[in-house]
């Protein structure tokens, strides 16, 4: 299946910064890519939908300027957690669809813990 | 607004024994069906689908049933192995949700040697 990278893996900070992570396509271009967070023992829940070169869309009760989203480029979606707080702290995964397969396969990333401290 | 349930949390069954994960939905709008499973602190990996139009799809250990009138998809793995270990995940997208997908809540299998 298609290839997708997060970075980083892991990211611990302190409350009020804001981290950002990082989401690539690595063999295949992705038009649109999913953001998730998963709390402990918990289903995976879209956050977003992030369109290349368009504004993306977000599910209800998601804040968009917490969570900022920037897809630049076919191979590369960001996502902002902006002035994190503890409740903040999360598994964030994101994933992609490889539209040239023809599939509706969602092909994840390996996931970002964040800490906030 | 739960749309994709998957009841059991947790599921145990020997090694060599069958293994079956249930799921259910509500949206009838969904139309692709779809099987992930998940190790702790990394993503889920695709397993298997399903399309509403078929009721049956096969891959080797792996078979998803699909009944579309009870609302209800179910993941039978045999014979289970140890390393099938893992927390399996149900979702489910359609067209008119513009192919989001909207998972289960997942349920962790344990094969036991």
């Known amino acids: 299946g298609a290839v997708v990278s997060q970075h980083p893996s892991r990211v611990i900070c302190k409350s009020g910064t804001s981290v950002k992570i990082e989401c690539r396509s690595l063999?295949?271009?992705?038009?649109?890519m999913f953001w998730y967070r998963q709390f402990p023992k918990q289903s995976l829940m879209l956050m977003a939908t992030?369109?290349?070169?368009?504004?993306?869309?977000?599910e209800q009760g998601v804040e968009k300027d917490k969570f900022l989203i920037n897809h630049a480029s076919l191979t590369l979606s960001t996502l902002t957690v902006t002035s994190a707080h503890p409740e903040d702290s999360s598994f964030y995964i994101c994933?992609?669809?490889?539209?040239?397969?023809?599939?509706?396969?969602?092909?994840f990333g390996p996931g970002t813990r964040l800490t906030v401290l | 607004d739960q749309q994709v349930k998957q009841n059991s949390p947790s599921l145990s069954v020997q090694e060599g024994r069958i293994s079956i994960l249930n799921c259910d939905y509500t949206?009838?709008?969904?139309?692709?069906f779809l099987w992930y499973k998940k190790y702790p602190a990394e993503g889920p990996t695709f397993l298997i689908s399903?399309?509403?139009?078929?009721d049956k799809n096969e891959d080797g250990r792996f078979t998803v049933f699909l009944n579309k009138s009870a609302k209800h998809l179910s993941l039978h793995i045999v014979p289970s192995q140890p390393g099938d270990s893992a927390v399996y995940f149900c979702?489910?997208?359609?067209?008119?949700?513009?192919?989001?997908?909207?998972f289960g809540a997942g349920t962790r299998l344990t094969v036991k040697p």
């Open positions: 979702a489910a997208s359609g067209l008119g949700n513009n192919n989001d997908m909207r």
């Open positions: 992030s369109n290349e070169g368009s504004k993306a869309t977000y």
């Open positions: 399903i399309s509403s139009i078929k």
């Open positions: 994933s992609a669809r490889d539209p040239w397969t023809g599939g509706r396969e969602q092909f």
């Open positions: 949206n009838s709008m969904f139309d692709y």
């Open positions: 063999d295949f271009q992705a038009t649109t």
